[in-house]
């Protein structure tokens, strides 16, 4: 069974403060992906990875910054949290570009409360 | 502008009824389409995908949905709902090459199912 497992699954930030959320995935898979939800825009992608040690913006990255040190992982960092990143923050894993021959495995979710 | 749109935020229905849920997408070039399915407080966990061939496509649970060129359109369908049906469901594009826009969402339609 493909997994993605991410920690927090809860945070409560303050502004300004630095937060990190870490995604784990046992799947062997190359591609990995951060997005976050907000209600009435669905999911939207801040940063993906195709390589260990390489991460590329997606359609909103201000404000986050990525790592990849490993194929297993991946982090979405906030330098500065602000307000209006509260959101609910998703990781995900597929073995090759957007899940062309398969699927997207989705982690459970991290719930950021920023304060 | 490219953009999903799945035009119904809300659908309830009687268990044991059929339900329709509406994707149009606006993409010029050569993608591929997929549902995901989120229950409350979970992850988003894939349905089903097409890129080529037959424009129906059979996903689990008894989902199948069928794409429309003419229409722009990636309608999923059920024929007989069940209680643990109830979920959030997204339509997803992804542009059909590494570097392109990958899992654009819409901006999901939540399914109520009645007793």
């Known amino acids: 069974e493909a997994a993605v497992t991410q920690s927090p699954r809860s945070k409560v930030a303050v502004t300004g403060g630095k937060v990190t959320l870490s995604c784990h995935q046992t799947n062997n898979h190359d591609y990995m992906y951060w997005y976050r939800q907000d209600t009435g825009h669905g999911l939207r992608l801040i940063h993906y990875?195709?390589?260990?040690?390489?991460?590329e913006k997606g359609d909103i990255p201000d404000g986050y910054k990525a790592s990849r040190p490993s194929q297993e992982n991946f982090s979405l960092i906030l330098e500065l949290a602000s307000l209006s990143q509260t959101a609910v923050y998703f990781c995900a894993s597929s073995k090759d570009w957007g899940g062309y021959t398969g699927q997207l495995y989705f982690g459970e979710g991290s719930k950021l409360t920023v304060l | 502008t490219q953009t999903v749109s799945q035009s119904d935020a809300h659908v309830t229905v009687f268990e044991g009824d059929s339900v329709e849920l509406r994707c149009n997408y606006s993409y010029g070039g050569s993608i591929y389409l997929s549902w995901y399915i989120q229950h409350h407080g979970r992850g988003l966990q894939f349905l089903l995908k097409y890129y080529s061939g037959n424009p129906v496509v059979q996903g689990v649970n008894g989902f199948e949905a069928e794409f429309s060129k003419s229409d722009s359109s990636f309608h999923l369908r059920k024929a007989s709902v069940h209680w643990s049906d109830s979920a959030v469901y997204f339509c997803a594009v992804t542009e059909a090459y590494q570097g392109g826009r990958a899992l654009i969402f819409g901006t999901g339609t939540t399914v109520s199912v009645s007793p």
């Open positions: 990875s195709y390589v260990a040690d390489s991460t």
